[in-house]
């Protein structure tokens, strides 16, 4: 089962501005992770904040995390067509020796010239 | 690095056929995932591995699918018989996990997927 839910599910905006995608989870977690994937490739790894981190930066990306309301929230800043892509939150499944990630469905984000 | 490796990349079969996806992680890794993902039902676990054993499966939909790693450097996705639903693409992700204290704090590095199309 997903965990994580991404939203909007879909978000078009013009180059230059900036995007901000929310991901919310039912049970506690040791991390989050955020993943892009563009159309027809595999998901790349963008950034991880870990329960005890309430903000990251990465370059024009910036994560927060809210344990207390169970959500997280992607920035891209100063948005470029090469951002087009969609976006997927992961969280550790916080059960014992259990590695797996649970992923949420994502945003799929238009960022129009 | 050459990343993460799939064959094939792209399979059409028809159904009843066997259907076998290979991986190659990432040298070095010592986790390998097996992901499904369509539009329906997003990005789903369906089996990984550590160290060559398989550690969680829960996600391998019914008896038809199978996954196996005889090493470290190649796995296996059969589906036998192939049904029209099994249609989605498939992705092979690889990770080096370390330890238990760092519970989850890794990332997966995915291989560009197989698109399966079963008539």
């Known amino acids: 089962s997903q965990q994580g839910e991404e939203d909007p599910q879909a978000l078009s905006i013009q180059e230059g501005e900036n995007a901000t995608m929310n991901c919310s989870y039912k049970?506690?977690?040791?991390?989050l992770q955020w993943y892009r994937q563009n159309s027809g490739r595999g998901l790349v790894h963008l950034i991880l904040?870990?329960?005890n981190e309430r903000e990251k930066h990465s370059g024009r990306l910036r994560v927060t995390l809210d344990t207390s309301k169970k959500s997280s929230s992607l920035l891209i800043t100063a948005s470029r067509a090469a951002d087009t892509a969609s976006y997927f939150c992961?969280?550790?499944?916080?059960?014992?020796?259990?590695?797996?990630?649970?992923w949420g469905l994502g945003t799929s984000l238009a960022v129009n010239p | 690095d050459a990343g993460v490796i799939q064959s094939p990349r792209h399979e059409v079969t028809e159904m009843g056929q066997e259907v076998t996806l290979r991986c190659k992680p990432i040298?070095?890794?010592?986790?390998l995932f097996w992901y499904r993902q369509t539009m329906m039902r997003g990005l789903e676990l369906l089996i990984y591995?550590?160290?060559?054993?398989?550690?969680?499966d829960s996600g391998m939909p019914e008896d038809r699918f199978s996954a196996k790693m005889p090493n470290a450097s190649f796995s296996t996705l059969k589906i036998q018989p192939s049904e029209p639903r099994d249609s989605a693409v498939y992705f092979c992700?690889?990770?080096?996990?370390?330890?238990?204290?760092?519970?989850?704090?890794?990332?997966?590095?995915f291989g560009p997927g197989t698109r399966l199309t079963v008539t």
């Open positions: 992700a690889s990770s080096l996990i370390i330890g238990l204290a760092i519970l989850g704090a890794y990332e997966q590095y």
């Open positions: 040298s070095g890794h010592n986790s």
């Open positions: 591995f550590n160290n060559n054993v398989p550690i969680d």
């Open positions: 049970t506690s977690i040791n991390n």
């Open positions: 904040i870990r329960s």
């Open positions: 992961a969280t550790d499944g916080n059960a014992g020796n259990n590695r797996k990630l649970i």
